[in-house]
């Protein structure tokens, strides 16, 4: 059976479901796409239990090692053709994991098909334009 994919474009997603403990569960569910920015500093959050209050690391490359992610990288082209879609003023609400996220859409055959997890405003939007659900 092919999981949907789902792209998580900022660290808000990655330690919510964590602190839940669904974060396992989430990446049976979804073939789970996070991008190399989010992925490289993710390792510096940390998430909370929510029944114990004890503070664990996240370590998203350890994830994908251990196949549960996904990490993408946009490339400069890509960069350019997501930020030519939107006005100045959107594009610099937008934060480096949203845009590298979101860049490699703008590709023929990429991420299309995909839901979008983010806490944030802007990045919705932007993914809503690029017809993520």
């Known amino acids: 059976m092919v999981r949907p994919q789902c792209i998580l474009l900022d660290a808000g997603p990655v330690i919510f479901l964590h602190e839940r403990g669904v974060w396992l569960r989430f990446c049976e569910v979804f073939d789970v796409v996070i991008p190399e920015i989010v992925a490289d500093d993710e390792a510096l959050f940390h998430s909370r239990d929510e029944l114990t209050g004890a503070a664990r690391a996240i ?12 990490a993408v990288a946009a490339t400069a082209s890509e960069f350019g053709a997501l930020l030519s879609g939107f006005s100045d003023d959107f594009a610099m609400g937008l934060h480096e994991g949203e845009l590298e996220g979101l860049a490699p859409l703008t590709a023929p055959g ?9 806490g944030e405003g802007a990045g919705v939007r932007a993914g809503r334009w690029r017809g993520l659900s």
């Open 59 to 70: 370590n998203v490359r350890a994830e994908e090692a251990a196949g549960r992610v996904t």
């Open 110 to 118: 990429s991420l299309h098909h995909c839901a979008l997890g983010t």
